[in-house]
């Protein structure tokens, strides 16, 4: 089956830093790819739609400049989340999307910010 | 609006007992796809099925089985003999022509041996 990566898989930062994820299709092309955030015990909150070659689009609430996402090639998205803070701190998943109505969906980052 | 109720937050039972867990959907598109996914402590999703609107057909996978009714708007998953490794959080998705997934909130699993 399809593969996705990410990475890092766990990241500490201290509070005002700024941190990247990778999000990677290994085999197949991804002209969608989606970014999530879960807080613990909770459900997958869709954050934005990264498209390849334009710029992304973000669900209501979630702040573009503090979230930055770069679709810049078919198979690699990155998540950069700018001056981070203790609430800022999550699980945040990408998922893949070839050109079918299933996701392909990376192990996830773990972050946590001091 | 699209809408999954998983109403079930947390199930507990004793190894090899079966267990079926309830997905609720709503929407008005005639085309949508249904899945169920199955998230272990790691993290990690596990992709277990997708189902088509257009395919009422019951679908068995070994211990599991999963039972789409339209006329009911649900997308039940039942797990047979269950083991102490099918412990997990396990969430029912909804994905509509946009393709993006609208998630229930997850029932977690547990499995008691």
């Known amino acids: 089956g399809a593969v996705v990566s990410q990475h890092p898989s766990r990241v500490i930062c201290k509070s005002g830093t700024s941190v990247k994820i990778e999000c990677r299709s290994l085999d197949f092309q991804a002209t969608t790819m989606f970014w999530y955030r879960q807080f613990p015990k909770q459900s997958l909150m869709l954050m934005a739609t990264s498209n390849e070659g334009s710029k992304a689009t973000y669900e209501q609430g979630v702040e573009k400049d503090k979230f930055l996402i770069n679709h810049a090639s078919l198979t690699l998205s990155t998540l950069t989340v700018t001056s981070a803070h203790p609430e800022d701190s999550s699980f945040y998943i990408c998922?893949?999307?070839?050109?079918?109505?299933?996701?392909?969906f990376g192990p996830g980052t773990r972050l946590t910010v001091t | 609006a699209q809408k999954v109720t998983q109403a079930q937050t947390e199930i507990s039972v004793v190894e090899k007992e079966d267990v079926t867990l309830d997905c609720v959907y709503e929407t008005r598109d005639t085309t949508y796809y249904l899945f169920w996914y199955k998230q272990p402590p790691s993290g990690e999703l596990v992709f277990l099925i997708r189902r088509n609107s257009f395919d009422e057909q019951n679908e068995i996978s070994g211990r599991y089985s999963w039972n789409f009714q339209k006329s009911t708007s649900s997308f039940n998953f039942t797990i047979t003999a269950s083991q102490v490794v099918d412990s997990a959080v396990y969430f029912c998705?909804?994905?509509?022509?946009?393709?993006?997934?609208?998630w229930g909130a997850g029932t977690k699993l547990i499995i008691k041996p």
């Open positions: 998705a909804l994905s509509e022509a946009n393709y993006q997934l609208i």
């Open positions: 998922s893949a999307f070839p050109l079918s109505y299933e996701q392909y």
